[in-house]
């Protein structure tokens, strides 16, 4: 991509994050008059409930969604990077499967447990499989193989929910694919006559 192609590309996206951080002050589920949200922003007066709403509710918001939204590209640029794989998602490398996981167990074990709490668990878990996935392809290895990484995070935790139709079953592995079957059969309903 050129130098100016570059520039362009990366002036509009700047110009439209602006737009859109502008058009989130002015728009809520409040209707507020424009003159109000400038009031607001260039001479605030805290005892005017529709100041508050935009000092307090509706900036803080855009800022949070503006900074959310820069640690997503910059977490999709690095799992891009590492994996040299233009389609590289969180679900590839476990991180997903890892966090709710983590998140399922939290929610058994500790039911009363506060938000931040459950999302400080399913952080853990997301690491943690991380972890266990990058320990499993260097593990032998000075590089870390891309493919081999995809494949660490794609193969065990796509599997994991089939895992208890496999466990429960007392028969042998062979007779493993006639109980799916039978599941699969007593999912579609009665055969047709």
Known sequence: MSRLRTSVFLIGGVVAVALAAGLSLFFGS??????QVLGAL???DMANQEHVAILELRG?????????GAAFAVAGAIMQ?????PLADSGLLGINAGAA????????????????GVVGCSFVGAAFALAV???????????VDPVLLVLAGAY????????????????????????STSVTRSLSGPPAA
């Not at 996981?101 to 931040?116: E, K, R, V």
């Not at 996935?133 to 590089?143: I, L």
């Not at 065990?156 to 109980?179: D, K, L, M, Q, V």
């Open 30 to 35: 409040t209707p507020i008059l424009p003159d």
């Open 42 to 44: 260039f001479s605030p």
């Open 60 to 68: 803080p918001r855009t800022v949070g969604c503006i900074l959310v």
């Open 81 to 85: 990077g590492v994996t040299r794989n």
């Open 101 to 116: 996981f983590a998140l399922a167990l939290c929610l058994a074990l500790l039911p009363g447990m506060s938000f931040a």
């Open 133 to 143: 996935v990058f320990g499993a392809v260097s593990f032998r290895r000075r590089n």
């Open 156 to 179: 065990p935790f796509t599997n994991w929910p089939a895992a208890p139709w496999g466990c429960s079953s007392r028969r042998s592995p062979r007779a493993w694919p006639s109980s």
